[in-house]
């Protein structure tokens, strides 16, 4: 589902940049490990792309504590099942073009993207960007989703973590948090009757036979 979710940002991402003449492929946008480092014999990411990286992964803790049921008043039903894990995500996008001004260039257009379009729902996104490198298996696929995208700024000692993390070379790059994505298995655990009524009109018999 996160790989999904990312693929629908990027497709939409790449759209945008063709439609408006910014980026032709084969240097359009993509997904990619930074840590693995830039192109060569290794594989690794290649040059000259904008790059949307994962770099960290937080849950939402104020939805914790959802209820384990989902009520069904018209079958008069309730479903029991963990409810979803909602996950928020620090996501890098930098630019690895090996001319340091092409690589300003296309991250200020990626930046507009993102001003221009921050919230991504299957109403706001193109069907195709939705089914362009979904995953194969249905249940690594999003149904429902409202991807929100925020500006993130990190201190500096922050950005010298995360670039000795990936490998010590800095791009020139953006940080976003993502948020919220709800990761949930398709598959109820119980599922049982609603309580409709409750009985008050309680009589003690006396004991007969006696």
Partial sequence: MISHALSIVVNELNKHLAAYGLVTPPNEAKLGNLAEGLGGQNGGVPRDRLILSVVNI??????????????????????????????????????????????????????????AQNVFTPESVAPESISQNAPTNALDQLERFKLIFDLYSPSLEEVNHLWGTLGGKQYPFVLYRLRMLDLKFKAAHTESGLITDIATDFYHHQPTGQ
């Fill in 58 to 115: 937080t849950e939402e803790t104020t939805l914790k504590n959802l209820p384990h049921y989902v009520r069904n008043d018209i079958k008069l039903t309730a479903t029991y099942e963990n409810p979803p894990v909602f996950l928020n995500f620090q996501i890098l996008v930098a630019a690895t073009h090996s001319d340091y001004i092409n690589a300003l260039l296309i991250l200020s257009r990626g930046i507009r993207f993102f001003q």
